[in-house]
């Protein structure tokens, strides 16, 4: 029986793989760009939903992407057993619903409306699932929300830190990877849908700070008072969304993750490793 694995070179996927590669299971990971297989872990050339290469024997399938195509690709496929179906979608299917910005409500339309797929594409085949709605992401600097921050204020010298009182719950990959696995080999997470966020919640500012703190080089602390982030929200279209959350709580309850899976996820102690830095090698490189 072979596990597959869709999202492999995703920030969970680099978590996941060694850990499925420890067990009996050969692992499949299929990647929209060639790479080298090793004796752990073969890796396929495929593109979902139209161009993925023929799967035998499939016992799981992990999804780590977007759910639509991953939907409608296992919708229409041959799969001769009902494996077990692991896939992450966000909890912006719930934050985001009554957002002020119409692309984001679309946006957290879109994902409820793939998790609805999913759930159907499975029903077809009579496969369990489980999806997992995880905060805001972080791990080796593959995100798109704190990474970003962190790489332009170590080229700048200068961190941005906002006012505002929301709190935030960041998770780490890795526990994301736990808690995936941890599905895979609990049936009392079948057909739940699982929120997931960090072991710490705290408010934007101290996440931002954190953040500042953990990079290699010393940057200027800039704090952005209020009215100064009133004035971005209404005259700046792109900040406008996420300018309009920084007093609204973006959490999740990990009552129910915990009690079926046992996964406890870590508080949020970022390092330079999280946003994919070499701290050695950057700070030689400030020196000179």
């Known amino acids: 029986m072979t596990v597959v694995v869709f999202g492999g070179s995703s920030q969970i996927g680099h978590y996941l793989l060694p850990q499925l590669a420890t067990r009996d ?5 299929v990647s929209r760009t060639i790479r080298v297989s090793h004796p752990s872990v073969t890796w396929l050339t495929g593109r979902l939903p139209d161009d993925v290469p023929a799967l035998n024997d499939v016992s799981a399938i992990f999804n780590f992407g977007p759910l639509q195509p991953f939907a409608d690709w296992l919708h229409r ?9 692991i896939v992450t979608s966000s909890m912006s299917a719930q934050s985001k619903r009554a957002s002020e910005v119409a692309w984001e409500r679309e946006l957290s339309q879109q994902l409820r409306d793939g998790e609805a797929a999913v759930i159907d594409a499975c029903a077809k085949h009579g496969c369990a699932w489980t999806i997992l709605r995880p905060t805001l992401i972080y791990g080796i600097g593959l995100d798109k929300s704190l990474t970003p921050i962190a790489r332009r204020a170590m080229r700048m010298h200068v961190f941005p830190l906002p006012a505002g009182h929301g709190l935030r719950q960041p998770v780490h990959a890795q526990d994301l990877a736990h808690a995936a696995l941890a599905a895979l080999d609990n049936a009392a997470s079948a057909e739940k849908i699982l929120a997931i966020g960090g072991g710490e919640r705290l408010p934007v500012r101290e996440m931002f700070a954190r953040v500042r703190r953990s990079l290699p080089v010393e940057t200027l602390p800039l704090p952005l008072p209020a009215w100064l982030l009133r004035l971005a929200r209404g005259s700046v279209g792109r900040l406008r969304g996420p300018l309009s959350r920084l007093e609204t709580d973006l959490i999740a309850d990990n009552t129910e993750l915990t009690q079926l899976l046992g996964v406890q996820p870590r508080p949020f102690r970022p390092d330079p490793e999280c946003w994919g830095l070499n701290a050695p090698a950057l700070a030689e490189k400030e020196a000179r």
């Open 25 to 29: 299971e050969p692992v499949v990971a």
């Open 77 to 85: 496929c041959d799969v001769p057993l009902a494996p077990r179906v």
